[in-house]
């Protein structure tokens, strides 16, 4: 069965700290894996997108890798905001639409002054 | 205009009663979906239209029925619910293509459905 784990599940910085939040997975074949915000109550937007070949990317303040080898990846933010406070969910894709894609559980981020 | 709209967005209702959960997109996207996402969960597809057909139904149970009435509209109508039922169920679309991921979804910000 497909899976994807994050970790931690929650976590609580100071604002203006780094953080890196980790998402495992076992989903195979694989088409490419996004990392999302979710504010309570809203639905998730998507921070980026990663295929198989792409080790990082970019979106202002978040940064997120990925290993296919070792079937990781993981999302930095720098500086972070009170506006960061949210889920953070990843998703990873097989080949074959939407109904091939397996959400993991987020972590919940809380950002204090 | 990037925006999903959900409508209503907070909804109690009987398990006797019917109602209906509504979302718009004018983005021009031609695949549409529902969630359902309980608590500290993550979300659950429901149906999947793709030029307003009926493309995937992920074993839902009848007395939840969706309907697409044209490119831009997604409707779920909801009857004789149960009390386990209760979820924020999220509308999502997607630009073109049911078989690719790599077309961004973009959420609405979800119904709040409790049913007592």
């Known amino acids: 069965k497909n899976q994807v784990e994050q970790s931690p599940q929650s976590l609580i910085i100071l604002e203006g700290k780094n953080c890196t939040l980790q998402c495992n997975y076992t989903v195979s074949p694989f088409s490419n894996l996004r990392w999302y915000k979710q504010d309570t109550g809203r639905g998730p937007v998507s921070l980026t997108i990663?295929?198989?070949?792409?080790n990082t990317k970019s979106n202002g303040r978040y940064t997120a890798t990925l290993d296919a080898d070792t079937k990781q990846s993981s999302l930095h933010i720098t500086a972070s905001q009170l506006s960061d406070s949210a889920s953070y969910i990843c998703v990873v894709s097989a080949p074959g639409g939407y109904q091939k894609v397996t959400f993991g559980i987020g972590t919940k981020l809380q950002v204090i002054p | 205009d990037t925006e999903v709209t959900q409508t209503p967005k907070h909804l109690v209702m009987g398990m006797t009663n019917k109602k209906s959960l509504k979302c718009e997109q004018h983005?021009?996207?031609?695949?549409m979906y529902w969630y359902k996402q309980k608590a500290k969960k993550p979300p659950e597809l429901m149906f999947v239209?793709?030029?307003?057909?009926?493309?995937i139904n992920e074993s839902v149970p009848s007395r939840f029925s969706p309907e697409c009435p044209n490119s831009s509209l997604l409707n779920l109508h909801l009857h004789a619910l149960q009390p386990e039922d209760s979820a924020l169920y999220l509308c999502?679309?997607?630009?073109?293509?049911?078989?690719?991921?790599?077309?961004?979804?973009?959420f609405g910000p979800g119904t709040r459905l409790t049913v007592t």
């Open positions: 239209y793709s030029y307003e057909k009926l493309s």
């Open positions: 983005m021009g996207h031609r695949a």
């Open positions: 999502a679309s997607s630009q073109d293509s049911l078989q690719n991921t790599f077309y961004e979804q973009y």
């Open positions: 990663m295929t198989f070949s792409e």
